[in-house]
């Protein structure tokens, strides 16, 4: 007896084709899935800004004025020549859910031997993670990678007038941000709703923080949350500058400075790996992403506290 019942089965070609709509469909996915994580990525970046920018304004509700850029105690924050104080993220610690880490830190200074201390957080604040500092676009490459201590948001200096240079850079102290000067919100003249006081920086300098290996001018490193502006012995600290502290809009958003040099330490650019701009905070607590093709003398102007122009 013949057996009729016929095997069904795919045959090549519509193997061929269904494998050619499942690379499309993939193709067109792919991009989807990584914008949507880029978006979620930015919405957490915007956030943290969002909370940093509150602990400044909680600051200021205590002590009637916004944190310096650094706290330089002269000469108690001097090893040699080379003077250091307090950074404005460990000023910004017990507002940000971080006061047992200022304590520790606080405890770790009182512990060091005198003429030795070069602020809260030089001596215990190594390699301690904090994410509220870090943007999750950011990916730390070379001998920083293996560090966790690296921060992405920089409190603005300023950057439209000069106030001097040194080896080290421009230094700026036009903004809401200067080392050892408290800034009090009614010298925030511009409006609070049109002054920036914190940017994200994706950028590095060639004396980021690169595991203390041989600084690369085309890669540098990021900066560290604990490490705060500097100023020299020899001047009496007279002009403290930006250094790792703080950054300024000197140069337009997402400039590329590479090949870093020693005299552009504090010449570091806000910049993101966000595409297009980058995220920054207000005085008045908004959190705004601002177009990296924004006019070069209204980005100045945004830095600046009390724009005479």
């Keep these: 007896m013949t057996n009729n019942k016929t095997k069904h089965g ?6 061929l084709v269904v494998i050619a709509i499942i690379g499309v469909l993939t193709g067109l996915l792919l991009p989807a899935v990584q914008q949507a994580r880029e978006a979620a990525r930015r919405l957490s970046c915007s956030n943290h800004l969002k909370q940093i920018s509150l602990a400044a304004m909680l600051h200021e509700s205590g002590h009637r004025s916004l944190p310096e850029g650094s706290r330089i105690l002269f000469p108690d924050h001097c090893v040699g020549d080379d003077c250091r104080g307090t ?3 460990v000023l910004l610690l017990p507002y940000i859910e971080e006061n047992p880490l200022y304590q520790n830190l606080q405890a770790s200074y009182e512990n060091q031997t005198p003429g030795s201390r ?20 950011y990916v730390p490459t070379g001998p920083a990678a293996t560090y966790r201590d690296y921060r992405n948001y920089f409190g ?9 240079s040194n080896f080290r850079g421009s230094i700026h102290s036009d903004g809401v941000f200067v080392a050892n000067q408290p800034t009090k919100l009614a010298q925030i003249s511009d409006g609070s709703s049109k002054t920036i006081m914190f ?3 994706s950028t590095h300098t060639l004396y980021g923080y690169t595991g203390g290996t041989t600084p690369d001018p085309m890669k540098g490193g990021p900066a560290v949350w604990w490490g705060s502006c500097q100023c020299e012995k020899a001047n009496n600290c007279g002009t403290p500058w930006n250094g790792h502290g703080l950054a300024s809009v000197r140069y337009p958003m997402n400039s590329d400075l590479r090949p870093y ?5 504090s010449d570091r650019p806000f910049s993101s790996f966000h595409p297009g701009g980058a995220g920054f905070a207000f005085v008045d607590g908004h959190v705004e992403f601002v177009n990296d093709q924004i006019s070069f003398s209204i980005y100045q102007a945004l830095a600046t506290r009390a724009d005479t122009d």
């Design 118 to 137: 070069m602020g809260l957080g030089h001596v215990g604040g190594s390699n301690i993670d904090l994410p509220g500092y870090k943007c999750p676009s």
């Design 199 to 201: 940017g994200e920086v």
């Design 156 to 164: 603005v200096s300023g950057g439209k007038t000069l106030t001097g």
């Design 261 to 265: 040099a020693a005299d552009g330490e």
């Design 87 to 89: 950074s404005l993220y």
């Design 10 to 15: 795919f045959t090549l070609i519509e193997l």
